[in-house]
């Protein structure tokens, strides 16, 4: 765990915690990550989740718990992993009782680990609080939500490996 500026990181791929728009935030000098990022990447960013939500999304709100990548321009980090979290106010329960936000918080982390493997020799990815900022969700439930997530995916990769070193024997 680390904290600090993640404009400032030279990593493979840092994360944005998007809105569902993912063109950023239109508030002059807002101090929300999604506005850092693009800021700090420039104009190309924009540019580049416009053309993602033209022509992949058709102009529909990007899903929660989803991942895109994106260059990351003018940034030391290569890549962007837009990923939109949970609104708290906006809570649903599901049938087994489960708080659904958790659960989409937990898909954010797991799909932006998903695309790091996708895209081939990415080594490091820097995660900011997903959904603690103007969405709400409180940060020490957020905090337990990644770990968890990023935890159970590192052990999920790891028996995957062991299992096609034991099929290659």
């Known amino acids: 765990v680390w904290k600090g500026d993640i404009t400032k990181v030279n990593a493979d791929a840092i994360v944005n915690a998007a809105n569902e728009g993912m063109l950023g935030c239109f508030q002059p000098e807002h101090r929300c990550i999604d506005n850092v990022i693009h800021a700090q990447a420039g104009p190309r960013l924009r ?17 929660t718990g989803q991942c895109f990548i994106t260059p990351g321009f003018s940034l030391p980090a290569k890549h962007v992993l837009h990923t939109v979290g949970p609104i708290w106010r906006d809570l649903v329960m599901m049938p087994n009782g489960k708080n659904r936000a958790d659960e989409l918080l937990k898909s954010c982390y797991v799909e932006c680990l998903n695309t790091t493997v996708k895209e081939k020799g990415m080594k490091s990815v820097v995660f900011c609080c997903v959904s603690t900022g103007l969405f709400g969700f409180p940060k020490k439930r957020a905090a337990r939500v990644a770990l968890t997530a990023v935890q159970e995916w590192i052990n999920k990769q790891q028996q995957q490996q062991q299992q096609q070193q034991q099929q290659q024997q």
């Open 47 to 63: 540019a580049a989740c416009r053309e993602y939500m033209v022509t992949v999304r058709h102009g529909k709100p990007e899903e």
